[in-house]
């Protein structure tokens, strides 16, 4: 095989997986995994959790608290494109809430700002809240 001809096999594999994502996964949650912007690690957080989900996948994550609401939040996982997708509009969602509003979204919440999750992955957004619970409530204990 040519280095030409390898190319456009990897090409057609890429679109491949394209197609198929974009009919199991809705736009939202194809954008958040695809461009996460909240991916990563705070230094010297205010609040932080781990959790290693049933399925396998870990998510952490970790919040700046600043006049009594959440400034800033990012998420780490080795899961997979829902998981990413779940942990990055989550941290979007609690920017600039209290810590106790951020305790009230829903797995339901989660799922309709993202437009939906197949059933099979719904588990990757319970993952995700009991992580920011883990890390609120040893926020809240600390205080």
């Not at 990563?40 to 998510?59: F, R, S, V």
Request: proline share 3%; charged share 35%; aromatic share 4%.
């Amino acid at each position: 095989m040519t280095e030409d001809e390898l190319e456009k096999t990897i090409k057609e594999l890429q679109e491949k997986i394209e197609q198929d994502e974009e009919k199991t996964y809705s736009k939202i949650v194809i954008k958040e995994y695809r461009n996460p912007t909240n991916f990563g690690i705070l230094e010297h957080p205010d609040a932080d959790g781990t959790i290693k989900g049933p399925c396998g996948d870990t998510m952490k994550i970790t919040i700046k608290i600043k006049n009594g609401k959440i400034k800033d939040a990012r998420f780490w996982t080795d899961g997979c494109g829902a998981t990413i997708a779940c942990g990055n509009m989550l941290t979007k969602m609690i920017k600039r809430k209290k810590p106790s509003e951020a305790l009230e979204i829903s797995q339901d919440d989660l799922i309709k700002k993202l437009n939906g999750l197949p059933k099979e992955h719904s588990h990757c957004a319970k993952l995700t809240l009991i992580t920011l619970n883990k890390a609120l409530e040893k926020h809240i204990e600390r205080k």
